[in-house]
């Protein structure tokens, strides 16, 4: 079983940033696809970035540029380093590990960016 913990998340004003963690509990991060979604209140859950194992990265159009996805294998650990933020940011970001057919979700953490 793995759990994920995410962290960093808070309430910032339009143009600023912010940085999440997500922590992963076991052994199999460092071959695992990390994910980070977000939901907006009434909106269903969206793919906000991706990495592979090797680190190759993918992003949602509407963050390409601003979000930058990273790991840190030795740390079980990936981040999402959010710059220019934007009122339409505002959501739970969700963080992800899927392995072959294993798929884990964490808690989420609140970003809140006002205007």
């Known amino acids: 079983q793995v759990q994920l913990v995410e962290s960093g998340g808070g309430l910032v004003q339009a143009g600023g940033s912010l940085r999440l963690s997500c922590a992963a509990s076991g052994s199999i991060f460092r071959f695992s696809v990390m994910g980070w979604y977000r939901q907006a209140p009434g909106k269903q859950r969206e793919l906000v970035a991706t990495i592979t194992s090797g680190s190759v990265t993918n992003y949602a159009d509407s963050v390409k540029g601003r979000f930058t996805i990273s790991r840190d294998n030795a740390k079980n650990t990936v981040y999402l380093q959010m710059n220019s933020l934007k009122p339409e940011d505002t959501a739970v970001y969700y963080c992800?590990?899927?392995?072959?057919?294993?798929?884990?979700w964490g808690q989420g953490t609140q970003v809140t960016i006002s205007s």
């Open positions: 992800n590990l899927n392995h072959n057919v294993a798929n884990f």
